[in-house]
């Protein structure tokens, strides 16, 4: 078949054919279109994934910025010798039990980190002991020298907080909250 643009004449008559070609140049003209079309979309779509997957990843992140972080550190003060038991302590927020500590000696220092939302909280730091294969709570009521027990409501801002505790055998406990 014989083929030539709209107004090209072969052997001085015009050919009707032009129109054929016309045709098919739109009809590969809207293939490329859609092919495009569909390139495009699936770029797209892939962009999307990506986003969301980006967004999922950085939710801990952002929830993470929601909460702080407080480092729990404690020591025994004026222990007798003979009397340094193995202790751990038991950290709770709230009345909720979020934590407890490695069992060390109770002259070596410990500390625990916990990560609380932010706001006001009741923070409370009890410290066990391992008497005679059993543990329990370093209380007077429990004939201890010392109620080794902290509590005290605090207001958590964005960032890092310290709980340094004594619990000082002659003079009580006392804690500080920066």
Avoid at 30 to 47: D, E, H, P, S
């Amino acid at each position: 078949m014989l083929t030539a643009r709209t107004g090209t004449q072969i052997g001085g008559m015009a050919l009707g054919v032009s129109c054929l070609d016309q045709g098919k140049k739109n009809k590969a003209n809207a293939l490329r279109a859609t092919l495009i079309y569909n390139v495009c979309l699936q770029q797209i779509q892939m962009l999307m994934n990506r986003f969301l997957f980006m967004l999922l990843l950085s939710l801990p992140l952002m929830l993470a910025a929601q909460t702080s972080s407080v480092q729990i550190s404690w020591v025994y003060d004026n222990v007798e010798k003979g009397y340094d038991h193995d202790s751990k302590c038991l950290i709770y927020v709230d009345g909720e039990q979020v934590g407890e500590s490695s069992v060390t000696p109770e002259t070596k220092p410990n500390s625990y980190k916990i990560a609380v939302d932010r706001g006001k909280h009741n923070i409370r730091v009890e410290s066990w002991t391992l008497y005679e294969g059993k543990w329990e709570m370093h209380t007077v009521e429990n004939d201890y020298s010392v109620d080794a027990l902290y509590e005290g409501t605090h207001r958590l801002s964005k960032g890092k907080h310290k709980l340094s505790i004594v619990f000082d055998i002659d003079n009580g406990t006392e804690g500080k909250f920066k």
